[in-house]
């Protein structure tokens, strides 16, 4: 009940396209949902983060997309650009976790130019 | 505004040997310290967290341990080196825990 499954590992995606990373957790008391961007031999930076009182949170091309029935959250990123290239990582919290953050397993994006 | 440091960057141990790989925080007080490993092409596994000084939680049994010396200040420790604790050793904070989590840049240990 702990786990967050995130697809799909690896995405490649052109230059302009839609790259679209998918989450889905068990545990009905998470609630904070954050997104990590991670270059290689750096650590992960705090890219976009939601919680379940709203269904969508936009900032610049990036887009969290919540649906709570089904226990599911993603990332868009609109108009992919090479500089993208890097593993995403979802995340979740809440009381069961002890406010823990349990990660996904990662998703590595390439954009093609 | 809040900085955080790791070092060093970079460590090549042998096995037996021991640790220690330092994190501070700048910028904050009282912060929620956590150290995650990262094996190569793989996802975070959290190791230890504290929430002050002198408090840590170990989350996996294993050859390591964790002490918070200062309130900004965590450290990873091992008395003797594994093979298997190769990999990329990531300190976090965060004002709450749960909340947002600020990684700090890692140290990459590998173990011969």
């Known amino acids: 009940q702990q786990q967050v499954k995130q697809s799909p590992q690896s995405l490649i995606v052109q230059k302009g396209g839609i790259s679209i990373i998918n989450c889905a957790y068990e545990n009905t008391a998470f609630d904070y949902f954050p997104w990590y961007q991670q270059f290689p031999g750096k650590g992960p930076a705090l890219l976009i983060a939601?919680?379940?009182?709203?269904s969508e949170k936009k900032e610049g091309r990036f887009t969290i997309s919540f649906n709570k029935s089904a226990k599911q959250f993603s990332l868009h990123i609109m108009d992919s650009q090479p500089g993208d290239s890097a593993t995403y990582f979802c995340?979740?919290?809440?009381?069961?976790?002890?406010?823990?953050?349990?990660f996904g397993s990662g998703t590595r994006l390439l954009v093609r130019p | 505004s809040q900085t955080i440091h790791q070092w060093p960057a970079t460590l090549v141990q042998p096995v037996g040997s021991p640790l220690s790989l330092e994190c501070t925080v700048e910028g904050t007080s009282n912060p929620n310290l956590y150290w995650y490993r990262q094996a190569a092409g793989r996802g975070l596994q959290l190791l230890f967290y504290s929430v002050g000084i002198g408090q840590i939680s170990s989350e996996v049994p294993q050859n390591l341990s964790a002490s918070r010396p200062q309130d900004r200040q965590f450290i990873l420790s091992s008395k003797k080196l594994l093979l298997s604790d190769s990999g990329f050793y990531l300190c976090a904070w965060s004002v709450r825990v749960g909340e947002e989590q600020y990684f700090g840049p890692g140290t990459r240990l590998t173990v011969t």
């Open positions: 995340a979740a919290s809440g009381m069961d976790s002890s406010y823990k953050l349990i």
């Open positions: 939601i919680r379940p009182d709203v």
